[in-house]
């Protein structure tokens, strides 16, 4: 594994500030509204080709039992059990506070190397109050503007000595990219928690909890995957706060990043409008997908459930007849190991390749099945195809007319390429070439 460090601090310090800053790019959410990070947020960071994953967290509030924020303290503590390094963010402006103290605590007993980080410094004179802080007890305090990039530098020299020797410093190249996605409450996170078998993002009865996409680093039975669980995505008519448009416009991204799209279905409310825009995102980018109905132990059901959920889920979203279904309970684990399964499967489908020679003996045959259209007594000719893209398959077919290939017999075409070579849980692009008449 590479070296990981945790931002800890109480809420509002500029904890996520600063992750942006080192990350490079705008990755969490930043607010002035106390609280806003509420999961674990993971990145990449490099600093003189040393590189090192590097997590937000929500604010610590030590004492607090609301259901929230003491979830976030879970969450705190667990991205502590994990780090080998740990930068805790105060802010010089507030000074040294109560809570500030109380954490200090906590963080003394995880025995690790500990950075004190005083944030807004927005100069190089050092306020006076700066030098409370020694009574931490938590060594030299490192002066820092986030805002201002002042002092990162001198931080980031100091984080990477105290790396353990023996980590690696990058991810392996052949890491399958997972996105989960779905509506509010439709079991995403307890889906990843289940596959990591861990806690790792807060999971309560609050739709919408999950704010920020995560990157999740995760080997499973030899086979790398990153999985990037997102917010939940709510009609944009619903959205009132900027807090909950970031995470709209994050969810849409993660889609983006994505090898494999899991779309998640609450078993109980089928397919939405809003699924059905997620979807065909996914189908548009050309990325993998499994549709994951999710909460399969609630409703009743007879012998014939899935099939009727099934039919439903083809008839509602018709431009994506090749992605699988698969019926599962975060919950209970019923099923469960399907979704790894698919995940695989479909990558493998969408990485094929198929040899010209073959792909046109389907192609030549399925025109002779098939008259090509005319239109003014002149007719298209197909002449060759070629496979030239994976990921999705991508396929070049030369013509002798462009216009004259009109959709229903490139979706004709497709269909025949599927019913040959598979192809399922991806979509499949076709780029028209228009080639001269043949003497």
């Known amino acids: 594994m590479r070296p990981i460090v945790a931002i800890v601090g109480r809420p509002n310090v500029g904890k996520s500030t600063l992750f942006n800053k080192l990350v490079g790019k705008r990755i969490s959410i930043v607010e002035d509204t106390p609280g806003v990070t509420r999961d674990r947020i993971y990145a990449e960071v490099e600093w003189l080709n040393n590189y090192f994953t590097l997590i937000d967290t929500g604010g610590i509030e030590p004492k607090s039992d609301e259901i929230i924020l003491s979830k976030m303290r879970q969450q705190a503590q667990l991205a502590m059990d994990t780090a080998h390094v740990i930068l805790f963010i105060v802010d010089v402006k507030n000074g040294l506070t109560p809570q500030d103290q109380e954490i200090a605590v906590m963080l003394r007993k995880t025995k690790k190397p500990i950075l004190l980080v005083v944030n807004k410094v927005d100069n190089r004179d050092l306020p006076d109050n700066f030098y409370d802080f020694y009574e931490l007890g938590l060594g030299e305090p490192h002066p820092i503007s986030g805002v201002n990039a002042l002092g990162i530098g001198d931080l980031l020299d100091e984080i990477i000595s105290h790396f353990p020797e023996n980590l690696d410093t990058e991810y392996a190249e052949d890491v399958t990219k997972v996105a989960i996605v779905g509506k509010p409450n439709a079991g995403k996170s307890s889906i990843l928690n289940r596959i990591l078998g861990e806690d790792r993002v807060i999971v309560s009865p609050i739709a919408g909890t999950t704010r920020d996409a995560i990157?999740?680093?995760?080997?499973?039975?030899?086979?790398?995957?990153?999985?990037?669980?997102?917010?939940?995505?709510?009609?944009?008519?619903?959205?009132?706060?900027?807090?909950?448009?970031?995470?709209?416009?994050?969810?849409?991204?993660?889609?983006?990043?994505?090898?494999?799209?899991?779309?998640?279905?609450?078993?109980?409310?089928?397919?939405?409008?809003?699924?059905?825009?997620?979807?065909?995102?996914?189908?548009?980018?050309?990325?993998?997908?499994?549709?994951?109905?999710?909460?399969?132990?609630?409703p009743e059901k007879d012998n014939d459930s899935i099939k009727k959920h099934t039919k439903q889920i083809r008839e509602e979203l018709p431009f994506m007849m090749y992605a699988p279904i698969i019926f599962i309970s975060a919950l209970t684990g019923q099923r469960f190991g399907k979704i790894k399964d698919s995940i695989d499967y479909v990558i493998e489908q969408a990485s094929r390749r198929i040899p010209t020679g073959l792909l046109n003996d389907v192609i030549g045959e399925a025109v002779m099945l098939n008259q090509p259209p005319s239109d003014k007594g002149k007719r298209l000719k197909v002449y060759y195809a070629t496979q030239v893209g994976?990921?999705?398959?991508?396929?070049?077919?030369?013509?002798?007319?462009?216009?004259?290939?009109?959709?229903?017999?490139?979706?004709?075409?497709?269909?025949?390429?599927?019913?040959?070579?598979?192809?399922e849980g991806t979509p499949l692009v076709v780029k028209r070439r228009e080639k001269g008449e043949r003497k």
């Open 215 to 298: 990157d999740t680093y995760k080997e499973i039975a030899g086979k790398k995957y990153l999985f990037i669980d997102t917010a939940g995505v709510r009609k944009r008519n619903k959205i009132e706060e900027n807090i909950e448009r970031y995470a709209v416009i994050r969810s849409y991204t993660a889609i983006e990043r994505a090898d494999v799209v899991l779309m998640v279905i609450d078993a109980n409310e089928g397919i939405s409008e809003q699924d059905s825009k997620i979807a065909g995102m996914a189908h548009d980018e050309g990325k993998c997908i499994v549709i994951v109905v999710n909460k399969w132990d609630l």
């Open 390 to 423: 994976v990921r999705p398959p991508t396929f070049a077919i030369f013509v002798n007319n462009n216009e004259l290939f009109h959709f229903s017999y490139q979706r004709y075409l497709e269909n025949k390429i599927r019913e040959n070579f598979g192809f």
